[in-house]
């Protein structure tokens, strides 16, 4: 059974940093392209950032690009997303993605996580 477990979500202030986790189990991680995506109150649930197998690539959505970054592990089968200089506008829940298929996660994954609240205060 493939679970992705996002953690370290919160409340925090407008400028701070924050990071979430996702650990990703019952599926091959080394073999999966992940990916982080976030959906605010009313809106569609939007990409933000994605990583390849073997990390060599990364892709990031305008809005963040340049203050987040994603990373993942393989010895301990997480994926984080660093977030600094965060606004409110980035308030959402964040879901973490995997897809066995293609390379860089940017719609439609095969697999997706719970979800982390993140709200940040102006």
């Known amino acids: 059974q493939v679970q992705l477990t996002e953690s370290g979500g919160g409340l925090v202030h407008t400028g701070d940093s924050l990071r979430i986790s996702c650990t990703v189990s019952?599926?091959?991680?080394?073999?999966?392209?992940m990916a982080w995506f976030r959906q605010a109150p009313g809106k569609e649930r939007e990409f933000v950032a994605a990583?390849?197998?073997?990390?060599?690539?990364?892709e990031y959505s305008n809005s963040v690009k340049g203050r987040f970054s994603i990373s993942r592990d393989y010895a301990k089968n997480t994926v984080d997303l660093q977030m600094n200089d965060l606004k409110p506008a980035d308030s959402a829940v964040y879901y973490c993605?995997?897809?066995?298929?293609?390379?860089?996660?940017?719609?439609?994954?095969?697999?997706w996580g719970q979800g982390t609240q993140v709200t940040v205060s102006s």
């Open positions: 993605a995997a897809d066995s298929y293609m390379a860089l996660v940017t719609i439609s994954p095969d697999y």
């Open positions: 019952g599926l091959s991680f080394n073999r999966s392209a």
């Open positions: 990583i390849s197998r073997s990390s060599s690539d990364t």
